[in-house]
């Protein structure tokens, strides 16, 4: 999803002469995205920024130990947010039965910190593009019903407070 001029591509050949171009020199960097290429940068209230993370707190949860609820929840989370999924991986630690794991996406990730034995989770959900991370809290409420929900919101990629791209 990516083109050639994507951060992603540093340290290639894009010239096709054999050499690689030093990033100082010709690679992009977020600020000097041209307008006819996919940066999948967001823009809100007047701030161009990297992508919208949140940090979710659920407390008094239920099946923070189940892995197919867990795994459930992430995919019904992704497809609610609109994002792109690429690959789950969980883990279940024993004895205390907590899981932790991620879901990464084309638009970045959704990860998951469970402590059972508290009836506690954190989660990270990042996204870039038209991805709307804030589709995936009804989501986790359905699949762990938890009794109080906390979220904050971060702004990524702005630089000195301001617009990315001035």
Known sequence: MLDSGSLSQLG???KGDGET?????EAPLPNSVSEERKDYFQERDGE???G???IVDLWEAEGLD???TIEQALR?????SGAT???IHLHHFTPSGGVSGVAVLAESHISIHTWPECDYAALDIFMCGAADPHAAIPVLERAFKPGRTGVEEIRRGKLGGGKLGE
């Open 48 to 50: 161009r920024f990297a």
């Open 21 to 25: 171009p030093k990033a100082s020199q």
């Open 52 to 54: 919208t993370h949140l």
């Open 66 to 68: 189940d892995i197919p």
């Open 76 to 80: 019904d989370s992704v497809e609610a």
């Open 12 to 14: 290639t050949d894009r």
């Open 85 to 87: 999924l690429l690959h």
